[in-house]
């Protein structure tokens, strides 16, 4: 009997779903905000592996929490701002879209050499907040409407020095017995590597060369990678995926001596965006208000029932004001 999966929201449902992870499922709720909650079977049929399961995903989802509350007391330009945490979920800003999904199409050397900036500057900030993403490839980079990079899904974030939650091949390091090292700067270095091709040659490491999965990944193991030869970042490519720089600070400095100075100039610029406080509040108030909404919709009590009517009303005179000051 087939397993049904069930959201945390009453009008959650197939027709606002947009996408799913390895724990996690996203929503749409408005043109501008996407709702992330973990994956979880009603309690018919459940076998013991499906409540294990159930109970990573809630604590994988628990721990993306814990990094956007850190990410939003250290912001950084090219990292997701999370909008709102609840006991549901996550609240974020929809973004148009992903790089995996970009790549397919042409891209420019300049805005090649952008997002390579964008992304490693993201990653060497989690660095410094002592922390490597864990699950770095294109389909968890987006991108806003300007096509700058912004890095999500923090579900797989570790600690430097933990033990890595995901191993996606060819975006992590593996050693001949396909174990992943500790979480630290020669496991992210290896995803950037295999990010950076993936930009300058427009596929995946191995994917073009038509071999069965078994052939490349014995290939990927014993370090026969790809040749990047005559490409302007072929060098780095290949000394990310070797572990050669320290940190992944090194490498951004290792970058910006073959960078554009205009683009590194406009790179400072990115930086200096910030979305407007209004708006952010403006944001805000709408997910206060629509979740205000669907509680009430699941409240039993008549007591919560009122408390949730006050706070629905409050947060719908938040929001149209906030939305009058904004638009």
């Known amino acids: 009997m087939s397993l049904i999966i069930q959201s945390p929201f009453p009008s959650l449902s197939t027709n606002n779903f947009v996408s799913q992870g390895s724990a996690g499922q996203v929503f749409a709720i408005t043109r501008n905000i996407a709702f992330k909650c973990p994956i979880l079977f ?45 006991r549901e979920g996550i609240f974020m800003p929809r973004l148009d879209t992903t790089l995996a999904i970009r790549l397919r199409t042409q891209t420019s050397p300049d805005l090649q050499e952008r ?30 409407q300007s096509s700058n990079i912004v890095v999500g899904d923090f579900d797989a ?17 593996v050693d001949e017995d396909f174990e992943t090292p500790r979480a630290g700067a020669e496991t992210e270095q290896f995803s950037l590597g295999s990010c950076i091709y993936n930009i300058r040659f427009g596929f995946a490491p191995f994917s073009d060369l038509g071999l069965e999965s078994p052939v490349w990944r014995k290939r990927l193991v014993r370090k026969e990678f790809p040749s990047t030869e005559g490409d ?18 090194a490498l951004q400095d290792e970058l910006l001596k073959i960078s554009d100075p205009r683009l590194t100039a406009e790179r400072g610029l990115t930086r200096a965006r910030r979305t407007s406080w209004l708006h952010s509040w403006f ?45």
């Open 115 to 144: 997002w390579i900036q964008q992304l490693v500057s993201a990653v060497a900030w989690l660095e410094e907040l002592g922390h490597a993403h864990g699950d770095l490839r294109p389909h968890n980079i987006f991108l806003d």
């Open 42 to 86: 009603k309690e018919v049929n459940l076998g013991p592996d499906d409540k294990v399961w159930m109970q990573q995903n809630v604590k994988r989802l628990e721990n993306e929490k814990r990094i956007y509350r850190l990410l939003s007391s250290h912001p950084h330009p090219h990292l997701l701002q999370a909008i709102l945490c609840t």
């Open 157 to 173: 974030t570790v600690p430097f020095g933990a033990e890595l939650q995901l191993s996606t091949l060819p975006f992590c390091k």
């Open 232 to 249: 302007v970042y072929g060098s780095i490519i290949q000394s990310c995926w070797y572990g050669v720089y320290p940190s992944i600070r």
């Open 283 to 327: 944001l805000l108030a709408q997910c206060r208000e629509w979740v205000a909404g669907q509680r009430l919709c699941l409240a039993p009590g008549f007591a919560g029932k009122i408390w949730l009517r006050y706070q629905l009303t409050l947060w719908s005179i938040a929001r149209f004001g906030l939305g009058c000051a904004v638009w």
